[in-house]
């Protein structure tokens, strides 16, 4: 009675583990001019769960140089870079990651729009060679 009881909790155990979400990780990086798109993320059954952009430019990060980058005054929605940069990652969470782009870089989608006008050519990108190094 004992080993049909382990064996019985040995496959409910294996059962419960084939449907666990399989999580990978990868990491892409794209260099125009003199700014590096980096995309650190983890995928779960093929889908964005956790992911982190950030662009380096003349040695500074964008996210650390917060309202110091200076984007704001330009911004069409009067946001600064890290913020729209947050709002592209919330929207990306849960999604295949692939952003649709116009002839100017910016995103079709009139979601992704609303919160991040700013040229994400290099990001998107970077978000293709992170998501094929982390299959």
Partial sequence: MKKIL???SMLLLAACSSKSPQSLSGRGEVKIDTEVSTVELTLNDGVISEIN????SEGKSKKELGDDYG????????KEWYEQ?????EKLIGTDGQIKLDE????????IIS???IDLTAISEAINIAIDEAK
């Avoid at 984007?71 to 009067?78: E, Q, T, V």
């Avoid at 100017?104 to 979601?111: H, L, T, W």
């Fill in 115 to 117: 919160g991040c006008t």
């Fill in 53 to 56: 952009i950030d662009e380096i």
């Fill in 71 to 78: 984007m704001r005054k330009n911004s069409s929605i009067d």
């Fill in 104 to 111: 100017k870089g910016k995103a079709v989608d009139a979601d």
């Fill in 6 to 8: 382990i064996l019985s």
């Fill in 85 to 89: 940069i947050a709002y592209l990652e």
